[in-house]
């Protein structure tokens, strides 16, 4: 059984209401039944956290030391400017996919720089709620490859 930490951070509840023509329809909700189901599909399970504030982040990154074989993110805004975030992750050493629902390099100047991406695995971003499912297999792989 693989454990993976989910992590969603600042403004990612108001999904499927928040700027539908640039994050989508989908709520959190729906995106978190997704995981689960497709973590019930590779034996799997997963915890999910959401927080606007950025040391609940922190903490659940520090808990998921004693059970989480990996982590995957949407650090939202604190993508671009959170270095206790970008800290956690490499203090934990727990393999570590970031994702976007939007092409971060697409957009605004100030979103196109991840400090959270170099302590991490891979970014996949642009996909929409999919990235978190493309996001999701690309980190079950890198797991049982490693093995």
């Keep these: ?4 930490l989910v992590l969603h951070g600042p403004n990612l509840n108001l999904l499927g209401q928040r700027e539908p023509d640039l994050y989508g ?5 729906e995106i978190n039944f997704a995981l689960r189901e497709l973590a019930g599909q590779h034996d799997s399970e997963i915890r999910t956290v ?18 989480a074989d990996g982590i995957l993110i949407n650090p939202g805004a604190f993508t671009h400017t959170s270095y206790a975030l970008r800290d ?15 092409n971060i390099y697409a957009r605004e100047t100030f ?11 891979g970014q996949i971003s642009g996909f929409g709620w999919r990235s978190y ?14 093995g």
Excluded at 50 to 66: F, K, P, V, Y
Excluded at 111 to 121: F, N, Q, Y
């Design 1 to 4: 059984m693989t454990n993976i």
């Design 25 to 29: 329809k989908v709520g959190l909700e």
């Design 50 to 67: 959401q927080s606007n504030h950025e040391g609940t982040l922190i903490d659940a990154l520090h808990e998921a030391q004693g059970w």
């Design 88 to 102: 956690a992750l490499a203090a934990i050493g727990i393999p570590c996919v970031e994702v976007h629902l939007s």
């Design 111 to 121: 979103r196109h720089k991840s400090v959270i991406a170099p302590v991490c695995l």
């Design 133 to 146: 499912t493309l996001g999701f297999v690309a980190l079950l792989e890198f797991i049982n490859e490693k």
